[in-house]
């Protein structure tokens, strides 16, 4: 369309007249135009892409009545103590569950089949707490969360105990007090305060997603997972974690790796460990098969473990030159992609 | 000197980098459109001399371009009536070379632009619809109003969770504020551009946290 525009005004241009000059000239500044609108969208639409996020700030309206739901969805079985209440759903294939408790630890495990058990304990007077339920229709999507009253002491919490499907995805919403996940495969999302996070025995695992701003994050025995660690002041320990993508990112915590960096089924991945002032620590096998790309800005890297000087391809974002700040070579076969990257802490690489 | 002959003094004089002289200078202080026309040119002339080509580049280049823009349909064989009026040539170089130029010099300055745009300062990240500062160039911390307003408003939420809110976006700025110094040190630097992105990134997270859980 654009080229039949251009050739019907060379095509007007002739017939009133207009000098071969000038009607060089006019076409020439109407592609001009053409192709700048042109760029200028291509910019735009590749420019979102590269911009930040910004974060979704928004109030929360409490709903209008308060509401102990423990019926919805399900057969209910409140047992025991008054303080202490369970609850039962069955969950979908292709389906999630969504605990939001600020104060108070969560553990959660694979149950048996589709089933869900919630079993929530209040510690503290529990009319002072709610503890909200509910399943979408369509059984596919469980909400549960925890409201603290107006007047309830700051000492007042609920410990939740949950076995869910080992497929289905889990979001968890903690403040403070402890998250602990083992054995679930479906996508992991994990955000908190300043409460720390275990993630274990996980294999062939979706995804599993942190985010914290203070709290520590222990990751052991996650196989063939993705994994993506944010932390800003908490540090970061990995034990045997491996997957095809493996990013950490702290501001100040440590960021600590054991391991071979190569998954159960032979495959390797990619492992990137940043942070701005924490120290990262990496302890390697002889027998592992890496290629690392050390760098600390203003700090040290230091290295005991047998590298090669790196040859071929370096699949990274830069290539450092090698000194007392920088660090790059292979082992084996260079398979797993290793980036380290501190602006002013110490890098550590040894041998396990 | 008419016209005419002026625009043909420009076609074969600026053309071939010499500048005009004699009767057709007085003419173009005389006449309008021939002014404008020889700026026309001359703006063309310039940014075409504008582009860095370190390597002439090979012919088939161009006779690959020129295919893949008529296969496309961007440029068309002429019609005896256009073949006849428009020269096929600008300046000894073919027309489409020219629109191919262009394109790259747009394409060009578009990839310097959103480069300079990724450098994001802080104050392109809110929270509540606060806008915060841009950041000192230097290793101190800034304490803008904006982050006051956010602090507040975590202290008013949850008062218990403002000291350790504070301590962490005073990390996380000086985080932002030592990408910002080695990114002015070297722009063209890609890992002091990623570690900025990754610092932003983390006041952002920051802010996300506190406002599903603290602030809710």
Not at chain 1, 63 to 87: H, L, Q, W
Not at chain 2, 107 to 125: C, H, K, R
Not at chain 2, 149 to 161: Q, Y
Request: with cysteine; proline share 5%; glycine share 6%.
């Amino acid at each position: 369309m654009l080229s039949k525009i251009l050739t019907n005004h060379s095509m007007n241009d002739t017939k009133v007249g207009m000098s071969s000059a000038h009607r060089t000239r006019n076409f020439a500044i109407r592609s001009l135009t053409a192709l700048a609108g042109m760029a200028i969208a291509a910019t735009s639409a590749f420019a979102c892409d590269l911009i930040p996020a910004k974060p979704v700030v928004g109030s929360f309206q409490w709903p209008a009545t308060s509401v102990m739901t423990p019926t919805i969805g399900g057969e209910n079985a409140a047992s025991g103590a008054d303080n202490r209440k369970e609850y039962h759903f069955t969950l979908n294939a292709d389906s999630s569950l969504v605990l939001s408790n600020h104060f108070g630890n969560i553990s959660v495990k694979p149950s048996t089949g589709r089933q869900v058990v919630i079993i929530a304990v209040i510690q503290g007077n529990k009319d002072q707490v709610e503890v909200d339920s509910h399943q979408h229709p369509n059984g596919k999507r469980i909400e549960v969360e925890t409201h603290m009253l107006k007047g309830a002491p700051s000492t007042t919490r609920v410990d939740y105990e949950v076995y869910m499907p080992i497929d289905a995805a889990l979001t968890v919403e903690c403040s403070s007090g402890e998250v602990r996940v083992e054995g679930i495969k479906g996508a992991i999302n994990i955000e908190t305060e300043t409460a720390p996070v275990i993630v274990r025995n996980i294999q062939n695992g979706q995804r599993v997603h942190v985010q914290t701003v203070d709290g520590t994050v222990n990751l052991n025995g996650l196989k063939s997972t993705n994994v993506e660690v944010s932390s800003i002041g908490g540090n970061v320990e990995l034990y045997g974690v491996t997957g095809r993508n493996v990013d950490v990112m702290s501001t100040s915590g440590t960021i600590r790796y054991t391991g071979n960096f190569t998954q159960p089924d032979g495959q390797f991945g990619q492992y990137k460990f940043h942070n701005h002032t924490g120290n990262i620590d990496v302890l390697i096998p002889s027998d592992a098969s890496v290629e690392i790309n050390a760098k600390s800005r203003k700090g040290s890297v230091e290295n005991d473990f047998p590298l090669d000087p790196a040859f071929g391809h370096i699949n990274s974002l830069f290539i450092p030159k090698p000194g007392p700040n920088s660090l790059v070579g292979t082992r084996n076969h260079g398979d797993s992609k290793i980036d380290l990257r501190s602006f002013s802490g110490k890098i550590r690489v040894k041998k396990q | 000197m008419n016209c005419q002959e002026f625009e043909a003094n420009l076609e074969q004089w600026e053309g071939r980098g010499h500048a005009l002289a004699g009767e057709a200078v007085s003419h173009s202080e005389m006449c309008a459109t021939c002014a404008e026309l020889k700026t026309d040119f001359e703006a063309m002339l310039s940014a075409a001399a504008d582009m860095p080509l370190e390597h002439e580049p090979p012919a088939r280049m161009w006779e690959n371009i020129e295919y893949t823009l008529r296969t496309e349909g961007v440029i068309k064989p002429y019609t005896d009536v256009e073949a006849a009026s428009l020269p096929s040539h600008i300046f000894g170089i073919p027309r489409w070379v020219m629109a191919a130029t262009a394109a790259i010099v747009l394409a060009t300055g578009a990839v310097i632009f959103n480069t300079a745009n990724q450098l994001i300062p802080a104050s392109d990240v809110t929270a509540n619809n606060v806008m915060s500062k841009p950041s000192a160039q230097t290793s101190t911390i800034v304490d803008t109003d904006e982050e006051d307003a956010f602090l507040a408003e975590v202290e008013e939420a949850a008062p218990a969770m403002k000291p350790m809110y504070k301590k962490n976006l005073e990390k996380v700025d000086r985080y932002i504020a030592d990408a910002k110094e080695a990114v002015n040190a070297d722009p063209n630097d890609p890992e002091a551009v990623a570690s900025l992105r990754d610092a932003q990134n983390q006041r952002a997270m920051l802010m996300d946290v506190a406002a599903t859980q603290s602030m809710r």
